[in-house]
T-cell receptor, first 109, second 116 residues
Framework: GQNIDQPTEMTATEGAIVQINCTYQ??????LFWYQQHAGEAPTFLSY????GLEEKGRFSSFLSRSKGYSYLLLKELQMKDSASYLC??????????FGSGTRLQVQP | GAVVSQHPSRVICKSGTSVKIECRSL??????MFWYRQFPKKSLMLMAT?????????EQGVEKDKFLINHASLTLSTLTVTSAHPEDSSFYIC????????????FGPGTRLTVL
């Protein structure tokens, strides 16, 4: 089966840095995605990693280690609007995505 | 990026009725679209893969006679929830991938279904 694990909830302070971890064990691997989802809305794309290493995009960075089945999403200079759920998803080769349970991030003043 | 639309965005219906949700790729052709459902505070669960011109592929535990999927064109897939019950109340989201080498998946805005 497919197994994707993320922490359920995290809390951080405005202006700080937060790292959201994701570990996966899947039957196949064609890449890992991170999405942001605000309540009642569809997920929006944040990042995609298929090779090991760090991908940086503005305040957001994502890291992948395929040998360890591990990824993290790093959010810098946190803003209140970053309060949302962050979904880790793996393309197992079926073209559809398998999602983790999501991490609800609460940014406090 | 590519745009995917869904209609309606929100629907309330009586138990026993059927509801059709449309998913359209607005500026690209999608031979494959995906239907997910999401319960409150839960993540997205794949329901089925919709293939243009052929039968949909359903995930284990998803009743194909209850959730009818039609992918009649390269830009439109529909999900019909038949004989809806309150437990079908959920957030339904479709997504599509472009036909190129990119692995990016584009999501529609979702449809909130409430069955009374």
């Amino acid at each position: 089966g497919q197994n994707i694990d993320q922490p359920t909830e995290m809390t951080a302070t405005e202006g700080a840095i937060v790292q959201i971890n994701c570990t996966y064990q899947t039957s196949g691997f064609n890449g890992l995605f991170w999405y942001q989802q605000h309540a009642g809305e569809a997920p929006t794309f944040l990042s995609y990693n298929v090779l090991d290493g760090l991908e940086e995009k503005g305040r957001f960075s994502s890291f992948l280690s395929r040998s360890k089945g591990y990824s993290y999403l790093l959010l810098k200079e946190l803003q209140m609007k970053d309060s949302a759920s962050y979904l880790c998803a793996v393309d197992t080769g079926r073209r559809a995505l398998t999602f983790g349970s999501g991490t609800r991030l609460q940014v406090q003043p | 990026g590519a745009v995917v639309s869904q209609h309606p965005s929100r629907v309330i219906c009586k138990s026993g009725t059927s509801v059709k949700i449309e998913c359209r790729s607005l500026d690209f052709q999608a031979t494959t679209m995906f239907w997910y459902r999401q319960f409150p505070k839960k993540s997205l669960m794949l329901m089925a893969t919709s293939n243009e011109g052929s039968k949909a592929t359903y995930e284990q535990g998803v009743e194909k006679d209850k959730f009818l999927i039609n992918h009649a064109s390269l830009t439109l897939s529909t999900l019909t929830v038949t004989s809806a019950h309150p437990e079908d109340s959920s957030f339904y989201i479709c997504s599509a991938r472009t036909s190129g080498a990119s692995n990016e998946q584009f999501f529609g805005p979702g449809t909130r279904l409430t069955v009374l």
